[in-house]
């Protein structure tokens, strides 16, 4: 059963919850962990491919926009619109307005909220099909 933590931003920007989905990844790769970028669309999935490029001076984070035909398969982090694919279901930062496809086959999912009231009311929404489903639920307000 994953741990779910919901991080709180006071901001109310894309660019800030994506800005700060960046360090999670980052953190995470730096840790070892397989991780999956899930993305709401294809517009969000290429902001987030360049912004891992560029979010930090000096900061390194392989990655790769998923595509069932061309993975690599030595990349720890993967950008997507769909389902995760198995070795990448470790670690998920949703970015996404709803829960990842099987939740329950993940270790962790990390969820990034901002002050945006849509964003805010499909966060509600997800925290508590986490609660329904029994999974641990830590938050961080940042």
Request: with cysteine; net charge negative.
């Given at each position: ?39 709401d669309n294809e ?54 307005s709803q829960c ?43």
């Amino acid at each position: 059963m994953p741990d779910v933590n919901f991080y709180i931003l006071p901001s109310n920007s894309e660019q800030g919850r994506l800005n700060f989905a960046c360090k999670l990844a980052e953190k995470a790769y730096c840790a070892g962990h397989t991780i999956y970028m899930l993305t709401d669309n294809e517009i969000q999935k290429k902001k987030l491919d360049g912004l891992l490029w560029t979010f930090r001076a000096g900061s390194f984070v392989p990655h790769q926009e998923f595509s069932e035909n061309s993975l690599d398969e030595t990349n720890k982090v993967l950008i997507g619109t769909t389902a995760a694919p198995g070795n990448w279901q470790q670690t998920i930062v949703n970015l996404s307005s709803q829960c990842p496809e099987n939740p329950e086959l993940s270790e962790r999912i990390l969820e990034i909220i901002d002050n945006d009231e849509t964003v805010k009311s499909a966060g509600r929404k997800r925290y508590r099909q986490y609660q329904q489903s029994g999974f641990n639920i830590n938050t961080h307000k940042m």
